[in-house]
């Protein structure tokens, strides 16, 4: 532990890019103090550009690549007005509470906001902005990227040929489960889950279902999609894909009883959040048959442990949380981020606000 700190501190010294930069407080042009902010780690190009730009705020920032360690997140946010934060930053009591009273808005470069605490931000009248409709083309041609991978399993077909497996060619090997005439399910239909059925629709699915806190036709219309129960949907789905917010009431809602409903030729996809997953009942799952193989964009924790029993399994694909990754898509996300925090800043509405 102490080694670790005192490494820290050494590339805090020697290492620009351990940085964590800072704007001393300036009056504007109208002799005016800026109101500071904390940005909680580099973030794409088209955001900064706009925070910085604006004119409207000092920005302090933890310019490295890998998360803000707590305790600096702690120290630095004491006395700001708005915080950038990312989906790995839990912005609990304990945050707003060092921040203090001078807290107005949060900003989360993410569309999933379960690491912030909703009722602790509305106890202090902070809002919060998060960055939903940018990336649902991402996520939703990375979703689609996830299952055919996992159904046709591409990569333990790459190691086979890397690896000398491949012999010669075999009627019966590495055959998995094609998209045409198959019964999708989705776990949560919302803008990504719909996104998800539009890419899908034209491999020639015979059926989409999906499973919801209650019907959504305006989302399920236009495909066209039927409102199942969540049990309905695991007996009925050749594959289920999980778009689902993770709240309370999803928390592991994928568990050994939707496994064992599932059919045993069904791929399971997920690329919402870990924590809908109970990944001691996907194990068992996979390894003893019950569904025939699983696709994860998400896990808990993240990063998952490279020992994890899942990262064995050949039925299960894992990528580290890259669904909105593309260069576009992250710039975008960064400039909503960082136009939500300037307008919570000034007291205007947000591009994109949670009601609390
Ligand atoms: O998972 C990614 C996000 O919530 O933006």
């Known amino acids: 532990m102490r080694t670790l700190g005192r490494l820290r501190r050494l590339k805090t010294t020697l290492v620009p890019e351990f940085h964590s930069w800072c704007k001393l407080q300036a009056p504007n042009a109208a002799g005016k103090q800026l109101p500071r902010i ?48 990312l989906l790995t ?34 106890k202090r009248g902070i809002r919060l902005g998060y960055t939903p409709d940018v990336l649902t083309e991402a996520v939703a041609e990375l979703t689609v990227a996830l299952l055919l991978a996992t159904s046709r399993r591409l990569l333990e077909a790459v190691d086979e040929a ?11 090997w590495m055959c998995g489960y094609g ?9 949560g239909l919302g803008r990504i889950g719909a996104a998800v059925m539009a890419r899908l629709k034209p491999f ?12 959504r036709p305006d989302m399920a219309t236009k495909i066209p999609a039927e409102f199942v129960p969540l049990e309905e949907l695991a007996r009925h789905s050749d594959f289920i894909v999980v778009c689902c917010a993770l709240t309370p009431e ?4 994928c568990g050994n009883r939707l496994f064992s409903l599932m059919k045993d030729t069904a791929i399971f996809i997920n690329t919402s959040r870990g924590g809908v997953v109970n990944q001691e009942d996907l194990y068992q799952a996979l390894v003893n048959g019950q569904i025939a193989a699983a696709g994860l964009d998400v896990t808990e924790p993240e990063p998952l442990p490279t020992d994890h029993p899942l990262l064995k399994l050949k039925n299960c694909v894992i990528l580290p949380h890259i669904a909105s990754a593309t260069v576009a898509t992250r710039n975008a996300m ?16 947000m591009g994109k606000e949670v009601p609390l």
């Open 162 to 172: 890397k690896n000398g497996g491949w012999g010669t060619w075999k009627p019966l």
């Open 179 to 187: 998209l045409t005439d198959s019964t999708v399910g989705i776990l």
């Open 334 to 349: 960064a400039a909503l981020a960082a136009s939500n925090l300037l307008a919570g800043l000034q007291g205007k509405a």
């Open 38 to 85: 904390y940005v909680t780690r580099r973030i794409p190009p088209d955001g900064m550009k706009i925070l910085s730009q604006s004119g409207l705020c000092n920005i302090e920032q933890w310019d490295s690549d890998e998360p803000v360690p707590r305790s600096e997140l702690l120290e630095k946010v004491a006395g700001i007005r708005g915080l950038y934060c």
């Open 250 to 253: 999803t928390q592991g809602i």
């Open 204 to 215: 020639g699915v015979k059926r989409f279902l999906y499973a919801d806190t209650g019907p």
């Open 89 to 122: 930053e839990k912005i609990d009591a304990e945050v707003l509470d060092a921040a203090g009273p001078s807290l107005q808005v949060v900003s989360t470069m993410s569309v999933g906001y379960d690491h912030v605490s909703l009722e602790e931000l509305k």
